[in-house]
C-alpha cells in the first residue's frame, strides 16, 4: 500500500511485481483490493497497480461534488502512471474501471498497450437509455446519503467486500452522481478507434452486461471475447483461476514493446 497527492487529492494504491505494467481500476463502490488476487497472480512476470478511485477506500473524498467526474478520473489514472514512473501500460478494470479505462485510451492512447475490460459496458448512444442509467446512478447516491454504507449490502461480491474499507458514505455518493452517470455518448462512439489489442471479460451470470460486452468485443477491432462460467458481475473474484488463466494467455501473447531508446 502507498499513497501520493496527485491532482490535489490523496490516492491511495498499491504496485508490486516487476515487468510490463498493467493498471487495475475497481468497480463503482469497491476498492483497490478486489485486484489482490491478480497482484499475486500476475507479480512474477508483470508490474500491477491497481489503485481506488476519488471517493472510494482510503483514497482522499472531497466534499465539493465538482470535484468528481469521468474527466478528473481519467485525469487521476494518468498522474498515477507518471507517479510510478510508467510510460505506457496495459489498462484495465471492472465495470466502471472498465468504462474508465475506455475513456483513457481515448483520451492518451500513447499509453495504452493493451486494454483489459470486464463485466462492463461503453455507455449508451440513446439518451433515454442514459437518462434510466443515470436515475439508477442517482437513486444509489440517495440511498448512501440516507443509510451510510449500509447501502452497499445486498450488492455485488467486489462491493460487499469492500464496505468496511471505504472512508465516506458522501464520498460514494458524489462518486455516483459524477463518476458512474454519464454524460454523454463520447465513449461508445469512439470504440471502434481503438488499435490496441482488446480482451473483453465476462461472467456468463452477468446477465446486465453480457449483450454490452459482446457489443464491444464486436465493435473494438480485433477485440477477444471469454465469457466466464459460473461467474457474475465479479467475475475475477467469482472464478478467479478461470479469469487468470485468460488474462495470462491474452497478456502472454501480447507483441513485446520497443526498447527504451
Known amino acids: 500500500m502507498a499513497r501520493a497527492r496527485l491532482n490535489g487529492i490523496e490516492i491511495d494504491y498499491d504496485v508490486s511485481g516487476s515487468g510490463p505494467a498493467v493498471l487495475l481500476s475497481h468497480g463503482y463502490s469497491a476498492t483497490r483490493r478486489m485486484w489482490d488476487g491478480q497482484h499475486r497472480a500476475?507479480?512474477?512476470?508483470y508490474t500491477v497497480i491497481s489503485w481506488s478511485m476519488r471517493g472510494h477506500g482510503e483514497t482522499e473524498s472531497p466534499d465539493d461534488p465538482a470535484q468528481?467526474?469521468?474527466?478528473?478520473?481519467?485525469?487521476?489514472?494518468?498522474?498515477?502512471?507518471?507517479?510510478?514512473d510508467v510510460e505506457r501500460a496495459i489498462v484495465g478494470g471492472l465495470s466502471l474501471g472498465g468504462y474508465a479505462s475506455l475513456g483513457f485510451s481515448l483520451a492518451h492512447p500513447e499509453m495504452v498497450r493493451a486494454l483489459v475490460i470486464c463485466d462492463?459496458?461503453?455507455?449508451?448512444?440513446?439518451?433515454e437509455a442514459r437518462a434510466a442509467w443515470n436515475r439508477r446512478a442517482h437513486e444509489r447516491a440517495v440511498e448512501l446519503e440516507a443509510r451510510g454504507l449500509d447501502a452497499l449490502g445486498g450488492r455485488s461480491?467486489?462491493?460487499?467486500?469492500?464496505?468496511?474499507?471505504?472512508?465516506?458514505?458522501?464520498?460514494?455518493?458524489?462518486?455516483?452522481?459524477?463518476?458512474?452517470?454519464?454524460r454523454d455518448s463520447r465513449v461508445i462512439d469512439g470504440i471502434p478507434s481503438i488499435t490496441v489489442p482488446t480482451l473483453v471479460i465476462v461472467g456468463d451470470q452477468d446477465q446486465p452486461f453480457l449483450a454490452p460486452c459482446?457489443?464491444?468485443?464486436?465493435?473494438?477491432?480485433?477485440?477477444?471475447?471469454?465469457?466466464?462460467?459460473?461467474?457474475?458481475?465479479?467475475?475475477?473474484?467469482?472464478?478467479?483461476?478461470?479469469?487468470?488463466?485468460?488474462?495470462?494467455?491474452?497478456?502472454?501473447?501480447?507483441?513485446?514493446?520497443?526498447?527504451?531508446r
Do not use: W
Open 42 to 45: 500476475l507479480e512474477g512476470r
Open 68 to 84: 468528481y467526474s469521468e474527466q478528473l478520473t481519467v485525469g487521476d489514472m494518468r498522474a498515477l502512471l507518471r507517479h510510478v
Open 120 to 127: 462492463s459496458g461503453p455507455g449508451y448512444r440513446n439518451a
Open 157 to 182: 461480491r467486489e462491493v460487499r467486500e469492500a464496505a468496511g474499507f471505504h472512508r465516506s458514505a458522501q464520498g460514494l455518493a458524489h462518486a455516483a452522481r459524477g463518476m458512474l452517470a454519464q
Open 214 to 260: 459482446e457489443y464491444m468485443a464486436k465493435k473494438i477491432p480485433g477485440a477477444r471475447l471469454d465469457v466466464i462460467a459460473g461467474a457474475g458481475h465479479s467475475s475475477n473474484l467469482d472464478q478467479p483461476e478461470a479469469f487468470n488463466r485468460v488474462l495470462l494467455d491474452f497478456l502472454g501473447a501480447l507483441p513485446p514493446e520497443p526498447a527504451r
